[in-house]
């Protein structure tokens, strides 16, 4: 190989290259949205150490809205203000013979209901943890127990004996036993609006309102949800329900007859739970700001606005998932795992100032906007003030008048270019239009001033006119005498023109027919008459 000289290397060492800078990358992860950041702004507290998957959840519907788990054969419950510490455990807990599978508590907070896989039912006082009732009836698995909302007295379950039965609490007895289901019962709500009505859900793809004033005890809807039905919920409306099966939830409109709303299909595995949840706090306009909450198999929880029929926040969690659970007071946030771990997320109470930041992120109308320049007439926007203002209740509208679009012959008119509006109007092809001009130039007496002065061409088109609508019942009355005032006043004209003898025949053709046609309705009206009187006779 040849040896590279000093001076060789030295223009090697020095020749530079340009080097393109770097871009830098995209950011993946999109910008939140308001709603995004509020869902986003529950803080998740694991809360492990349980011992199988867990099945129901529940919030007590009164203060501080203590929250029960089912994990195995074992019920506890959880303070929402407790999650703040690090090791969160259970207040107490309650053991059962058999795995259970639901709970629920009475809307006074004070009982509480839990069903297990024996087929046994059993009320509970809150506040000992004593079991008060036991309701055995079914004799396959229990899959879900309800307490009406409006109903202290009574209970609602199901299984998987395909029975729904509404159980006098007090008396330990069934009140109905409501057959129509043909597989296993796995859900069910009660009506937010009514104390007698429910829904149930069961395997046989099927959904049945039901009413117990009915006396054949037969359900009075059903809606086909097209899947194994695993969840069914009654939205805060009464008028809706929401279904979870597949990977699916379902949106019924039960005034509609069972009209089914929406679909959504956010989900890539089977949803196993859903709920109810509320943007905002437990009073005001925000509190109206419901949404469907719904978690899968897949991992995900889904925000589901069902005003605007759009997911408006998506959160993934290690585990699949098997119920999920909103506090009444819009605090806290339950979601039970299949490997035993609960998470439990809660916002952090802030101070009335921070409040109102958070108030300001979610766009909420009750928070007080921050304070405006006084407007000088110096500023430009001094002169656009109350343009945008909405009257209220009470307030003397003073409309503004629109300004009305004039035709070329209203136009005309208004300039008295009698003939030129004439022309104009023939010109338009609207019947309608070169009537009422006529009429506007018999009343100013320049009618016979503008057919004078009417050139060969223009003629033309008025005669032309008066073939075509001479002999129209609304019209005829004006344009035959008009036809005749026009043959009289421009007779020299018309017999100079070959054209203008040729639009004469056929108006002359055209009256002729309209002639015959009248005698003949005449001829009818004679032969018809004598009978109509001869028929009013009898």
């Not at 396959?140 to 299984?159: E, I, M, T």
């Not at 395997?203 to 969840?231: A, F, M, Q």
């Not at 408006?312 to 039970?336: E, N, Q, W, Y």
């Not at 129209?472 to 036809?483: A, H, I, V």
Request: charged share 25%; hydrophobic share 35%.
């Amino acid at each position: 190989m040849a040896e590279i000289q000093p001076q060789q290397q030295t223009t090697m060492i020095s020749k530079t290259f340009p080097i393109k800078p770097k871009l830098k990358p995209k950011p993946r992860t999109q910008s939140q949205t308001p709603e995004s950041k509020y869902w986003s702004s529950f803080k998740s507290i694991q809360i492990t150490n349980l011992i199988s998957s867990i099945p129901s959840v529940s919030f007590s519907s009164s203060a501080p809205h203590v929250f029960a788990a089912a994990h195995s054969a074992s019920l506890s419950f959880y303070s929402p203000l407790s999650l703040s510490d690090p090791d969160v455990a259970a207040s107490s807990s309650i053991s059962f013979s058999d795995v259970v599978s639901s709970l629920s508590f009475r809307h006074d907070g004070l009982l509480l209901a839990a069903a297990n896989l024996s087929g046994l039912v059993q009320v509970f006082d809150v506040k000992t943890r004593t079991p008060l009732r036991r309701l055995r009836s079914h004799t396959r698995p229990v899959h879900f127990v309800r307490y009406p909302v409006l109903d202290k007295l009574h209970l609602v379950s199901g299984g998987d004996d395909a029975i729904v039965k509404y159980w006098d609490v007090a008396g330990e007895s069934v009140v109905l036993d409501l057959v129509g289901h043909k597989d296993y019962v796995r859900c069910g709500d009660c009506s937010p609006v009514s104390g007698d009505m429910f829904v149930t859900g069961s395997y046989d793809h099927t959904v049945k309102v039901w009413d117990v004033r009915v006396e054949n005890s037969r359900s009075v809807l059903e809606v086909n949800h097209g899947k194994p039905v695993e969840d069914v919920i009654y939205l805060p409306s009464g008028g809706l329900i929401a279904t979870a099966g597949g990977n699916s939830v379902k949106i019924w409109d039960l005034i509609g007859g069972g009209r089914m709303v929406y679909c959504m299909e956010s989900h890539n595995k089977t949803v196993t739970s859903i709920c109810v949840g509320r943007v905002g706090r437990e009073s005001g306009d925000e509190s109206m700001q419901y949404r469907i909450l719904s978690v899968g198999l897949d991992g995900y929880m889904k925000v589901f606005d069902y005003a605007k029929m759009k997911v408006t926040h998506s959160k993934r969690f290690p585990a699949p998932l098997m119920s999920v659970a909103f506090s009444p007071d819009c605090m806290t946030r339950v979601i039970g795992t299949s490997n035993g771990t609960i998470y439990a997320g809660r916002r952090k109470k802030k101070e009335e100032t921070v409040e109102n930041e958070v108030g300001n992120i979610l766009g909420f109308s009750s928070i007080a906007e921050p304070e405006r320049r006084v407007l000088k007439p110096t500023y430009f926007r001094y002169f656009q003030r109350g343009q945008s203002e909405k009257p209220s209740e009470g307030d003397y509208l003073v409309m503004k008048t629109k300004k009305v679009k004039l035709a070329e012959h209203d136009k005309l008119l208004k300039k008295f270019r009698h003939k030129e509006a004439l022309v104009s109007a023939l010109g338009g092809k609207n019947p309608e239009h070169v009537v009422a001009v006529m009429e506007e130039l018999v009343a100013r007496k320049k009618l016979k001033k503008s057919v004078a002065n009417l050139d060969h061409e223009e003629l033309g088109l008025l005669l032309m006119f008066l073939q075509k609508h001479a002999t129209m019942p609304r019209y005829s009355s004006l344009l035959m005498s008009l036809t005749e005032k026009v043959i009289e006043m421009r007779a020299d004209d018309i017999r100079a023109s070959d054209t203008l003898k040729g639009q004469i025949r056929n108006l002359k053709r055209s009256i002729d027919e309209e002639i015959r046609i009248q005698q003949s309705l005449q001829e009818i009206q004679g032969i018809i008459a004598p009978l109509l009187r001869i028929t009013g006779r009898r």
